[in-house]
């Protein structure tokens, strides 16, 4: 539901009528004219309240927006797009795990993966398909011993939209949505060695070197690695 054009058109639609009353009551009587004065006013406060509708509209089924970006929770039926990009050698290793081997492995990890509490497509307005994901790592998933409060973020985005800047714009989306919604107290963010568009990606959103650990376990990859994890806390971010 387009809660935008609704809320133009009986906006349009009460001015007409109170616009209606006015000339009305001027040419022959005032007490009809008052009375479409007043439904106009009403019809006009009713719209203005499909704003607020769309707002919590978008909070209950989960979803959050960017001025690019639609943030959704993923459906089976974008298994297709997902292999697309997640089949890719150059976007699943770098970030800790293995390329999709055919459509419906991705749509299993969609299944079981990415049905994940806070777990998100990151969807263009501009096509309405998923390029890439994005979704937060709650205690015992993550790969930082996480205190109460605290959650990891984690990202991923298909290679023809490497450089674009969308990532950084759906972390930071993320980020309102953790210190704003969700209350939390800080928020970590990592990258394996020589994944250097994910550090300036941490970098833009405000994140800070907090500590590295050698010989990390990459479980999906079975191998080990050096990590790096940043972090921004609420204090931070509201001052920014």
Known sequence: MDYDK??????????????????????????????????????????????AAEDDSKKASGVLETERLILRPWCESDAEELYKYASDPQVGPIAGWQPHKSVEES??????????????????????????????LFD????????????????WIGVPYWGQGLIPEATRELL???????????VWCGYYNDNVKSKRVQEKC??????????????????YRTVHLNSITRDVWMRK
């Open 6 to 51: 609704i809320s133009e058109m009986l906006k349009t639609s009460a001015l007409l009528m109170m616009v209606s009353g006015l000339l009305f009551g001027t040419c022959a009587s005032w007490s009809i004219g008052a009375l479409f004065i007043m439904s106009g006013l009403l019809l006009y406060i009713s719209a203005s309240g499909f704003k």
């Open 107 to 136: 749509r299993e990890i969609i299944r079981t993966v990415f049905s994940a509490l806070e777990t998100y497509a990151v969807v263009l307005k501009e096509t309405g398909k998923p390029v890439g994901s994005i979704g937060l």
């Open 140 to 155: 015992g998933h993550s790969e930082v011993s996480l205190k109460p409060g605290e959650v990891e973020i984690g990202y």
């Open 176 to 186: 309102r949505h953790c210190f704003e919604d969700l209350e939390c107290t800080k």
């Open 206 to 223: 405000g994140f800070t070197y907090d500590h590295s650990e050698e010989n990390h376990y990459c479980e999906l990859m079975d191998e």
